[in-house]
């Protein structure tokens, strides 16, 4: 946020990247920062500067530090939904505090799959990323430990998802009072709105982060 002309302009935007990655990567031997790396290398059409900017960091550490706080860190078997690049399972697996056995990174858009795998490679089978529709998921028959849905102001009725789940199945669920953005259909004004909308039988957690242009809420609790 200090600097307001890049150093290098002529130079690629890619390139710099690329090295900028391997470089911290080689520094911190993270393998979230060397997945990050990979991503910039093999898929270099891919928003990964977008799905890893200091906003979607920001409120996934959030989740992270909230979920650990409510539920622990042991889990057998996480799903993430609209998972994207799998930024947030990478997030997961390169926490000390979370012992998973697997995570499954779920979306609809068939492109993201293989970013996904690029960035979470090092997790080996404890990863997979799946393209389905969520609706069309069997909720009951794998049953996993937890569901996750960061993106609940992109569903038209979050009613309805919700009852798909068997009762009793653990959720942690965001959404944002960010009316302004188009792709947003179902958005909430206030963090009671979204307790009301998702009516969860129990909530471990109810809270929400301001940030510039808008408010994030999350509940984490039981359907």
Request: with cysteine; proline share 4%.
């Amino acid at each position: 946020m200090d600097v307001t002309q890049p150093c290098n302009a002529g130079l690629d935007w890619h390139e710099q990247a690329l090295d900028l990655t391997r470089g911290i990567a080689a520094y911190v031997n993270c393998p979230l920062v060397a997945g990050l790396a990979r991503v910039v290398t093999k898929h270099p059409k891919a928003d990964i500067a977008n799905a890893f900017n200091h906003k979607q960091v920001a409120c996934k550490m959030w989740a992270l530090d909230r979920l650990f706080e409510s539920c622990g860190g042991r889990f057998e078997r996480i799903w993430v939904l609209g998972g994207w690049y799998g930024i947030l399972p990478a997030m997961l697996f390169n926490d000390a505090r979370f012992d998973i056995a697997e995570v499954d990174s779920i979306d609809i858009d068939p492109e993201v799959a293989p970013v996904a795998r690029t960035l979470n490679r090092e997790a080996g089978d404890r990863f997979r990323a799946l393209t389905a529709d969520m609706y069309a998921l069997d909720y009951a028959g794998r049953r996993p430990d937890l569901t996750v849905n960061t993106s609940c102001e992109h569903i038209a009725d979050l009613r309805a998802w919700l009852a798909l789940l068997p009762r009793g199945m653990n959720v942690l669920l965001q959404s944002n009072d960010y009316f302004s953005e188009p792709t947003h259909i179902n958005c909430v004004a206030s963090l009671a709105a979204f307790e009301a909308m998702a009516a969860l039988r129990e909530v471990r957690f109810s809270g929400e982060l301001p940030t510039k242009n808008y408010t994030r809420f999350m509940l984490i609790g039981t359907v």
